[in-house]
């Protein structure tokens, strides 16, 4: 299931560079329609040479068009000051041409889906961190002891009745040093296990990440929204970048919520912070009692015991 999931991003990588490809030619047709003639030649000369070779002629002539056009499309692209490779697909990873494989006789994975297997794993924290290692002898409070327990417990039942939750996301809140962390990865890990793609990023990497891709003209906020579940960890850690860091979490929310997968966001921020932070539309987003689950951990601060 894992597997298939990924396999799912590889197509969603795919897709999304034919998009980004069919927008670049239209914006190429438009800057200079001789982009246009150039295609409607060299498709001409394609099914010509597929009749040259089936009757045995010499396809010389053809190719020999062929290279005309290539030079004069890479001439072109050159006078608008555009990359040479401008008019051809582009891939995530040009080895397997996003599509997690390579190798023509005998398949095999490529480079980057080893990645992405790790990157899953590593994804979910520290290995310790599960539900079987829970320790209570960490809680000097019995009140701190019950509480956290019963966030446990639910959130044990989350992950094993994953994805047929009672509730589609969980919002946990607390003080730093209550464990919100140690819950979280210990969730994700039990749903990876149960075959699920868990994804656990912390607001502070996931912004700069689709700010990176911005820069790289990339859109890597797409990436976020395929995991059956993101564990959104430290929000209010972030950057907060004008017209960026709440549209990006509210995209982020609305999107996952729209197509049925689950969030857990946790956070250090009271309510009142969030309000003041983010607004009434995300903080409404993030404790819609409709779909989300509110827990909030209080306590001494473990670390410290
Ligand atoms: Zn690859």
Redesign the pocket.
């Known amino acids: 299931m894992a597997l298939k999931e990924l396999l799912n991003e590889y197509e969603a990588v795919r897709l999304r560079q034919r998009d980004a490809l069919q927008k670049r030619t239209q914006e190429a047709y438009a800057l200079c329609p001789e982009f246009k003639e150039i295609a409607d030649l060299r498709k001409a000369a394609l099914m010509e040479l597929g009749n040259v070779m089936r009757s045995g002629e010499d396809p010389k002539r053809i190719h020999d068009k062929l290279s005309t056009y290539a030079a004069r499309e890479k001439q072109l692209l050159k006078a608008l000051g555009l990359p040479e490779d401008h008019l051809q697909m582009q891939y995530?990873?040009?080895?397997?041409?996003?599509?997690?494989?390579?190798g023509e006789a005998r398949r095999e994975p490529?480079?980057?889906?080893q990645r992405k297997k790790i990157a899953l794993r590593a994804g979910q924290g520290d290995p310790n961190e599960r539900f079987e290692n829970f320790d209570e002898t960490l809680f000097s409070d019995a009140t701190q002891l019950a509480r956290t327990k019963k966030a446990r417990e639910y959130l044990e039942s989350f992950a094993n009745e994953f994805p047929n939750t009672r509730w589609q996301n969980v919002f946990l809140t607390g003080a730093p040093g209550l464990g919100k962390t140690f819950l979280l990865n210990a969730v994700a890990r039990r749903v990876s296990e149960r075959g699920f793609t868990a994804q656990t990023v912390c607001a502070y990497n996931f912004i700069r990440d689709v700010v990176a891709g911005f820069s790289a003209g990339e859109d890597r906020l797409g990436a976020y929204f395929t995991p059956a579940l993101l564990v959104l960890d430290d929000i209010g850690t972030e950057p907060m970048l004008r017209n960026v860091t709440v549209e990006t979490i509210n995209a982020l929310l609305n999107e996952r919520l729209a197509r049925g997968l689950h969030t857990l966001c946790a956070t250090n921020l009271t309510t009142e912070q969030l309000k003041e932070r983010y607004g009434e539309r995300v903080l409404s987003r993030l404790i819609d009692t409709r779909h989300c689950c509110s827990i909030k951990l209080e306590g001494k601060n473990l670390r410290m015991v």
């Open positions: 995530d990873c040009p080895l397997c041409k996003d599509t997690g494989y390579v490529c480079a980057c889906l």
